[in-house]
C-alpha cells in the first residue's frame, strides 16, 4: 500500500543534542510537508517542500532544518533540541493545490 | 487571512448519540477546499472528507454526514449513532485555491469521548 512512513515511533534525545527525525512517501507525492503538534494543540506548519523548493513558515524557529534529497524522503533536523521543542511531529504529503494530506503516524520526541 | 474555529473544544456523548462537530471558517478566496481529519490516541490524523467551496452538497458516508453552507460559513460533522471507536480528536481544515504548497490551516480541534 502506498503510504508516508516515518521513523522512529519514539525518539528520546539529551538536552542539546542534534536529532534527526525522517518521511519517506511511495505516493509520489509533490509536496511534503512537517508539523509540530504539542499535546492538545492543532498541528502547526514548520516547513514544505514542493519538489526541490523549500518553504519556511515565518516563525518556525532557526533550530530547525529540513532536507529533501529526492522526491521519496524528507528529513527534520533539530539542532540543538530544547525542552519545549518535546512534541510529536507529523509528515504529511499532498499532490498539491486542494489535494488531500496523507500524514504518516508521526514522531514522539522526548528531550531529557 | 483564513481562519477556521472550531468552538467546541470537547465533547462528551454516550454510545449512540447523535453528535455533531462545528466548524465554521474565514477566507477571502472563493476558490477554497475545506477538510475534516480524525486523531485517534495512536496519533495519526485520517483523512475524512474534502469538500470544495463550489460544491455545497451535503455528503452521508455511513454514520458520518457533513453540511456545508457557504451562507454561514460552516462545515459541520455530525455523526450518527456514535461508537466508543469514535472517540478522538477531529480537525477542520481549510485551504486556499491559489495556494500552491497546498497549506492547511487547522482548528483548534474537538476531542469527541464516546462512553459506553
Known amino acids: 500500500d502506498a503510504m508516508v512512513i516515518q521513523n522512529p515511533r519514539y525518539q528520546v534525545t539529551q538536552f542539546g543534542k542534534p536529532v534527526t527525525l525522517s518521511c519517506s512517501q511511495t505516493l509520489n507525492h509533490n509536496v511534503m510537508y512537517w508539523y509540530q503538534q504539542k499535546s492538545s494543540q492543532a498541528p502547526k506548519l514548520l516547513f514544505h517542500?514542493?519538489?526541490?523548493?523549500?518553504?519556511n513558515e515565518a516563525d518556525t524557529p532557526d533550530n530547525f532544518q529540513s532536507r529533501r534529497p529526492n522526491t521519496s524522503f524528507c528529513f527534520l533536523d533539530i539542532r540543538s533540541p530544547g525542552l519545549g521543542d518535546a512534541a510529536m511531529y507529523l509528515c504529511?504529503?499532498?499532490?498539491?493545490?486542494?489535494?488531500?494530506?496523507?500524514f504518516g503516524s508521526g514522531t514522539r520526541l522526548t528531550v531529557v | 487571512a483564513q481562519k477556521v474555529t472550531q468552538a467546541q473544544t470537547e465533547i462528551s456523548v454516550v454510545e449512540k448519540e447523535d453528535v455533531t462537530l462545528d466548524c465554521v471558517y474565514e477566507?477571502?478566496?472563493?476558490?477554497?477546499?475545506l477538510f475534516w481529519y480524525k486523531q485517534p490516541p495512536s496519533g495519526e490524523l485520517v483523512f475524512l472528507i474534502r469538500r470544495n467551496s463550489f460544491d455545497e452538497q451535503n455528503e452521508i458516508s455511513g454514520r458520518y454526514s457533513w453540511n456545508f453552507q457557504k451562507s454561514t460559513s460552516s462545515f459541520n460533522f455530525t455523526i450518527t449513532a456514535s461508537q466508543v471507536v469514535d472517540s478522538a480528536v477531529y480537525f477542520c481544515?481549510?485551504?486556499?485555491?491559489?495556494?500552491?504548497?497546498?497549506?492547511?490551516?487547522f482548528g483548534g480541534g474537538t476531542r469527541l469521548m464516546v462512553k459506553p
Open positions: 481544515a481549510l485551504s486556499e485555491a491559489g495556494n500552491a504548497g497546498n497549506m492547511l490551516t
Open positions: 504529511a504529503t499532498s499532490r498539491g493545490a486542494g489535494d488531500r494530506y496523507t
Open positions: 517542500y514542493y519538489d526541490k523548493d523549500f518553504n
Open positions: 477566507t477571502r478566496d472563493t476558490t477554497y477546499y
